[in-house]
RNA sequence: GUGGGUGUGGCCUAGCGGUUAGGGCGUCAGGUUGUGGCCCUGAAGGUCGUGGGUUCAAGUCCCAUCACCCACCCCA
């Protein structure tokens, strides 16, 4: 028997009213924010991502799906959704856009990961990117957008973890001080560490080991270490936050595993989740990034929510989405005139906007009307020999099971949120 | 990559080493001629993840393997 590969998953019928839910606001609220939409590739060249992501990166170091396409090309499906947007943006000279230009996608993104709850191999994310834009106020309303996401999700015990890991001119400063640090203390640490000592000092600080997390609590601080610019920069963004009264605090053991950010970083985390690693969003400032990609100096910034993380969470706060029957009208027919008639009304309704289920040919009446109950249509339309000769229907209204349960629902006044499963 | 847990029909699940593996949900068909939701009856559907082993006897014990879940790691 075939399954669905490792770390993917089937979104059911029974399923797509979340997607369709945090689907659909997400995009509302970017386009209250004033963001464009932009579909990237699914796959990108291999060497974009190992430039801007970083070599030594997870990621990049073991967590691609790379192949080789029958040209002979190299090729990897996408990692995360900032690196194919920089490069679109240098690609179409959007740069000549009035700027800031504001983007955002919902799309997969794929991690050879070992799967677990929250983490998947093939995993959506809604992302929004803001580019060419320097000042604070960006990081603020990138945060407050996010934020507004998911206040109106109904998502509850969100908090913004920030940080400032400061920029080209003041992080050789930091690191040099970190690694000053790190070269009393390196001997106790995990294995990881050590590597890491070599190759990316800054991911040190996030290490989960017991020892290592005690030795990375006293080490010094990277908003001890900023620019007159950028702590200007931390100091403004906490004021906006503040301002706009969004729940945050800072830590600064948070470090990014992308190679491209500076500055700002941040990450959403649900309080009262037991681990405090289950981030559902995050995102951060890459001023340097598309220079980098060999487009203008373009100052950046970015953030990434995962749609399963947020869906997930929504069904552990037990957030209440509603969705209205998708069927309006149920025709049930007998007889082969009235087969006939109702495949002809069927289609007129249709034809004027109905949602309309016919039943089947092959089927008792008595079974039609029970599917037509457990469709959760409106009305039933009935059409038998006599009908289909005297061009009538019989209308019958149905009061189905599922408009029962919603009743009872609202009832209990258990509605956070509403929805309405219809398109307009 | 490292640790731990689980694996019984589409879903949930009972099953102290021993008769034809039970139940619930769902599906399908009926409960008198053309009508739903409740109720009743019946049916279909399982090589008990897979492969070995122990035993007179294995869903039940042991080993391996695979898959899934959880944690580490990493991140959305």
């Not at 009208?329 to 007129?348: C, E, F, H, K, P």
Request: proline share 4%; glycine share 8%.
């Amino acid at each position: 028997m075939y399954t669905a590969p490792r770390g993917t998953q089937d979104i059911l019928p029974i399923e797509q009213k979340y997607w369709h839910y945090v689907i659909s606001k997400a995009e509302d609220i970017a386009k209250r924010y004033g963001f464009a939409r932009i579909d990237t590739p699914l796959f990108e060249e291999t060497a974009l991502f190992h430039r801007s992501v970083g070599e030594v990166t997870d990621i990049v170091e073991k967590e691609t799906y790379d192949f080789k396409d029958k040209g002979g090309g190299y090729l990897t499906l996408r990692p995360e959704g900032t690196a194919p947007v920089a490069r679109a943006y240098i690609e179409h000279g959007l740069f000549n856009e009035p700027k800031p230009l504001k983007l955002y996608y919902i799309a997969p993104a794929f991690r050879y990961d070992r799967p677990q709850k929250g983490r998947f191999r093939q995993h959506y994310q809604f992302g929004g990117e803001i580019l060419g834009d320097a000042h604070p106020l960006a990081d603020g309303e990138t945060i407050s957008m996010l934020w507004q996401l998911y206040q109106e999700l109904a998502l509850k015990n969100i908090v913004f973890i920030i940080n400032s890991i400061g920029c080209a001119q003041c992080r050789p400063f930091y690191l040099k001080a970190l690694k000053d640090y790190y070269t009393k203390n390196i001997d106790g640490m995990c294995p990881d560490c050590k590597c890491r000592f070599e190759k990316n000092i800054l991911r040190l600080l996030d290490c989960k080991e017991e020892k290592c997390a005690s030795v990375a609590q006293k080490a010094p601080r990277s908003t001890d270490y900023l620019c007159l610019e950028c702590q200007t920069h931390h100091n403004t963004l906490k004021a906006y936050l503040a301002d706009l009264k969004i729940s945050f605090r800072e830590n600064h053991r948070l470090v990014r595993g992308l190679d491209y950010y500076n500055r700002t970083v941040f990450e959403a985390v649900p309080q009262d989740s037991s681990g405090q690693q289950s981030s559902i969003g995050g995102g951060g400032r890459y001023d340097n990034l598309v220079e980098q990609l060999g487009g203008p100096p373009t100052p950046a910034l970015g953030f990434g929510t995962g749609l399963e993380r947020i869906i997930l969470n929504l069904k552990e706060q037990r957030v209440a989405i509603f969705e209205i029957s998708h069927i309006d009208v149920y025709i049930a027919i007998m007889g082969s005139d009235g087969r006939q008639q109702g495949l002809l009304l069927a289609t007129n309704l249709r034809q004027q906007g109905y949602r309309v289920l016919l039943g089947s040919g092959e089927k008792s009446l008595k079974a039609q009307m029970k599917q037509a109950d457990k469709s959760g249509a409106k009305w039933a339309l009935i059409i038998g020999e006599e009908e289909a000769q005297q061009k009538t229907v019989i209308l019958k209204a149905l009061q189905n099971q599922q408009e029962q349960q919603n009743l009872e629902q609202k009832a209990l006044g258990n509605n956070p949120t509403k929805y309405l499963d219809k398109p307009s």
